[in-house]
């Protein structure tokens, strides 16, 4: 089974501010990567698949990259409406296993 | 427009059983599979596993071999939850999540609350 380790756990940053997210596989996941973003009690919200292809209607400031293991989330210019929960998941094999999480918190 | 709308809210005793839906709307239920994710409060998100829509074939993962099960009822474009024996680490939200076309999940239900106490 493939494991899948973000970090990190958690981020404070202020409005404006870039941040980075990173996950990384314990294989090859061959560019089968998404991210997703949760509000407090809310579904998640796909923001990014195939590790680098925007979701319809996600801001152009959310950015993904990598490949073969290591990949990352980036979001430019931090607006408040950013905060919540980050996840990342590969779609490579099953089990389709998440990442830990990160928490973002707007300074 | 695609939906995923879940039943609501249950609160059930240790040792019984829940049945939670996921009814689809706006594309054809039997062209995409649907994943089923657990979430304990305050924790992350959990793949539980999922279900061919089409051949009606389920796949659990290692975690949720046993009491979990996963069925269709495809004339009412509907997927079903059901976790036999409930225990107090049952007790969180579920959604269902529908598969798009490389795997990714594009679609989720609003989630159902599942709550087990004595």
């Known amino acids: 089974d493939i494991q899948m380790t973000q970090s990190p756990a958690s981020l404070s940053a202020s409005v404006g501010e870039t941040v980075t997210i990173t996950c990384r596989a314990s294989?090859?996941?061959?560019?089968?990567l998404a991210w997703y973003q949760q509000k407090q009690g809310k579904s998640p919200q796909l923001l990014v698949y195939?590790?680098?292809t925007l979701a319809d209607g996600v801001p152009s400031r959310f950015s993904g990259s990598g490949s073969g293991t290591q990949y990352s989330l980036k979001i430019n210019s931090l607006q408040p409406e950013d905060f919540g929960s980050y996840y990342c998941q590969h779609f490579w094999s099953t089990p389709r296993t998440f990442g830990g999480g990160t928490k973002l918190e707007i300074k | 427009q695609i939906q995923l709308v879940q039943s609501g809210p249950e609160l059930k005793k240790p040792g019984e059983t829940v049945k939670i839906s996921c009814k689809a709307s706006?594309?054809?239920?039997?062209?995409?599979?649907m994943n089923w994710v657990k979430q304990a409060p305050g924790k992350g998100l959990k793949w539980m596993g999922w279900i061919n829509t089409y051949t009606g074939e389920p796949t659990y993962a290692d975690d949720f071999k046993g009491r979990f099960a996963f069925s269709l009822e495809t004339s009412a474009s509907t997927a079903y939850l059901q976790i036999n024996n409930l225990k107090n680490e049952d007790t969180a939200t579920y959604f269902c999540?529908?598969?798009?076309?490389?795997?990714?999940?594009?679609?989720w239900g609003q989630g159902t609350l599942v709550t087990v106490s004595a």
């Open positions: 294989g090859n996941i061959h560019n089968y």
């Open positions: 195939n590790a680098k």
């Open positions: 706006g594309y054809t239920f039997t062209n995409y599979g």
């Open positions: 999540a529908r598969d798009d076309y490389d795997g990714e999940f594009a679609y």
